[in-house]
C-alpha cells in the first residue's frame, strides 16, 4: 500500500513534484504551438501565454506598454519593471518576460551578444546587471523553433519572449531601488509600435489549475491512505495487493507477470518520504519481447452492468533504470473492443469497437540530464486518420513527465458519446493535476458499444521490442462511477 502526503494539492502545486521542464530557445524549445516542444508541452493559447497586471491568464491589461517611433530604432529602451516583479511571485531564480504589439518591431536578441537584453539591478550603491538567457519568437508562419536569431520580431503575427536568472533574494532586498529591463530596439516597421510587457505564463505558473473536479468531492478524500475505499458504494474495485492474491484478474506469478514486489524505500527520491513499506505488482516488459502484462478487467464478469462514464486512477512507478529510447508503449486504460475492432490496426467502426489505453513515450533528458517519461493515451475512435489509433500526450498544465523511481497517480475518466454525435469525454490527471481533456470525441456510432473493460496491459510499441528488460510497478489500483482522487493522509477539508 502506498501512503503519502499529497496536501500540496489541496494548497497548490509544486515545480518539483510536477517532473515540470519550462520554455526555452535551443532546440526542442519553444514554438507557436508548444512552450517545450520536445516534450510536446502546448501552450493553451495560439502563439504563447501569458499572465497580465491583474493576474488573469491571457487577460488584455499589460504591466507596461511603451510606444515606439522610427527615432527608437538602433538605440536602447529602458523600462522600469520593479513594481512588475515586485508584484509577482517568480518561478525560482526565473524571471521571463512576455511581448506583445500591434504595431512591428524587432529587438536584438542574446546572439547578437553587445545588443543582448539586460536586467539592471540598482541595490544601495550598487549595479548588478544580468544578460538573458533565453529569448525566442513565437511566428503564426512556423511551428519551428526560432530561438537562434540575431533578433526577436513583436508584432501582428508574432510575439517575443525574453528570460533571466535573477537570485530571488535580489529582487526582494529591502536596500533595491530599482530595476530597469534594458532592450535594443533593431528595426521600426511602418509608423510605429506600442511594447506591451507581460509576464510568460508556461506550464505551472498562470496556466496551471488544480483540477477540474473540487478536490472535496474525490472519493479518496473521504478514505485516509485509501483504507476503507474498496467498501465505497461508487467504488466497482480495489486493489493494494496487500491483501489476498487476485490470481483471476493478475495471473499467476509468471516471467511477465513478476511477484508483488516490497518497495525498496532507500532507493526512493525524496518525494517519496511518506511512502510506507507494502506491496506492489511488478511488470517486466524483457528484452527483445513486447508484452509485460495483458489482463482485463471486464465489467459483466465481475456483476456489473457495463457502464458509460467510469473512472480509473493507479499508482505507477517507473524503475530507477526505465529507459524506454526505442518507441513508446501501452499502458492501462479503458477498452470496448468486443473481440471485433479497435485495437492492433483494427480500425474503430460504428458498431465494431474503440479503446483508450494508456501511453508512454520516449524516455529524453532534461537539461539538467534527468530523464523524463511522458505520458498520454492512445485512442481507437471513429475520427482517427489511419487503421492506427492516435496517440495524444497529457500536454496542459504542466504536462505529466515522469521522472524515474518516483510514485505518480494516474487517473483517466472516459465517458462515451452519444451516437451520430461528437461529445465524448477522455481526462486525465497526474497528482491530481488535470493534464489532458478532450471534449469532442466519437468513440461509437451504437448504444450497444459500452465501456466492457478495463485494459491492463503493459506493452512496447508497435512493432519494436524492448531494448532492454523494462520494469514498472503498480499500486492502489481503483475502478469507480466517479472522480477518485489521490491518495490522501488526512480526511475530508
Not at 501565454?49 to 499589460?62: E, R, T
Not at 529591502?174 to 529591463?181: M, V
Not at 461528437?422 to 469532442?440: A, C, M, N, Q, T
Request: net charge neutral; aromatic share 12%; glycine share 12%.
Amino acid at each position: 500500500m502506498i501512503c503519502r502526503t499529497l496536501g500540496l494539492l489541496l494548497l497548490g502545486l509544486s515545480t518539483s513534484c510536477l517532473g515540470y521542464t519550462g520554455w526555452h530557445d535551443d532546440e526542442g524549445g519553444a514554438t507557436r504551438e508548444f512552450y517545450n516542444s520536445k516534450y510536446r508541452l502546448q501552450w493553451r493559447h495560439p502563439l504563447g501565454d501569458w499572465q497580465d497586471a491583474d493576474g488573469v491568464l491571457n487577460g488584455d491589461k499589460p504591466y507596461i506598454s511603451l510606444p515606439l517611433t522610427t527615432s527608437h530604432a538602433g538605440s536602447y529602451v529602458e523600462l522600469d519593471v520593479t513594481n512588475m516583479l515586485r508584484s509577482t511571485s517568480g518561478d525560482g531564480e526565473n524571471v521571463d518576460f512576455f511581448f506583445k504589439s500591434k504595431g512591428d518591431f524587432k529587438f536584438s536578441s542574446r546572439e547578437s551578444e553587445q545588443f543582448s537584453p539586460s536586467i539592471e539591478l540598482y541595490i544601495a550603491d550598487h549595479l548588478r546587471q544580468f544578460f538573458s538567457i533565453r529569448d525566442t519568437q513565437l511566428d503564426i508562419s512556423t511551428n519551428k523553433n526560432l530561438g537562434n536569431s540575431g533578433s526577436v520580431k513583436v508584432g501582428r503575427r508574432s510575439n517575443g519572449l525574453v528570460g533571466f536568472s535573477i537570485p530571488e533574494v535580489l529582487v526582494s532586498a529591502p536596500e533595491l531601488k530599482k530595476i530597469i529591463l534594458r532592450l535594443h530596439i533593431a528595426k521600426i516597421y511602418g509608423r510605429g509600435a506600442t511594447l506591451h510587457v507581460y509576464r510568460v505564463a508556461a506550464g505551472t505558473s498562470a496556466s496551471a489549475r488544480v483540477d477540474s473536479v473540487p478536490t472535496h468531492t474525490a472519493i479518496a478524500a473521504a478514505y485516509p491512505g485509501d483504507l476503507g475505499i474498496g467498501s465505497d458504494k461508487r467504488v466497482l474495485f480495489f486493489d493494494d495487493f496487500d491483501g489476498p492474491k487476485k490470481i483471476e484478474l493478475w495471473g499467476k506469478r509468471s516471467q511477465r507477470i513478476e511477484a508483488q514486489a516490497r518497495f525498496d524505500e532507500s532507493a526512493m527520491d525524496s518525494e517519496d518520504s511518506h511512502l510506507t513499506s507494502g506491496k506492489a505488482l511488478e511488470v517486466t516488459i524483457k528484452k527483445g519481447n513486447n508484452r509485460g502484462m495483458n489482463r482485463r478487467y471486464k465489467f459483466k464478469d465481475n456483476g456489473f452492468d457495463e457502464p458509460e462514464e467510469a473512472y480509473f486512477r493507479y499508482y505507477l512507478r517507473l524503475s530507477n533504470d526505465w529507459n524506454s529510447d526505442l518507441s513508446g508503449g501501452k499502458l492501462p486504460g479503458f477498452a470496448g473492443t468486443y473481440g471485433r475492432s479497435g485495437w492492433g490496426g483494427r480500425k474503430t467502426s460504428a458498431s465494431g469497437g474503440w479503446s483508450a489505453r494508456g501511453f508512454f513515450f520516449l524516455t529524453s533528458e532534461d537539461e539538467s540530464g534527468i530523464p523524463l517519461t511522458p505520458l498520454g493515451n492512445y485512442v481507437y475512435h471513429l475520427d482517427q486518420v489511419n487503421r492506427y489509433g492516435s496517440d495524444w500526450i497529457w500536454s496542459q498544465n504542466g504536462g505529466a513527465l515522469l521522472k524515474n523511481n518516483r510514485w505518480y497517480s494516474i487517473e483517466q475518466h472516459v465517458k462515451l458519446n452519444s451516437p451520430g454525435k461528437s461529445d465524448g469525454i477522455l481526462r486525465g490527471w497526474l497528482d491530481g493535476r488535470l493534464v489532458f481533456e478532450k471534449l469532442d470525441l466519437r468513440f461509437r456510432g451504437d448504444t450497444a458499444l459500452k465501456i466492457e473493460e478495463i485494459w491492463f496491459n503493459v506493452y512496447h510499441g508497435g512493432g519494436d521490442s524492448a531494448p532492454r528488460d523494462l520494469v514498472l510497478y503498480l499500486d492502489n489500483v481503483v475502478i469507480a462511477r466517479d472522480y477518485i482522487g489521490p491518495i490522501h493522509s488526512n480526511g475530508p477539508p
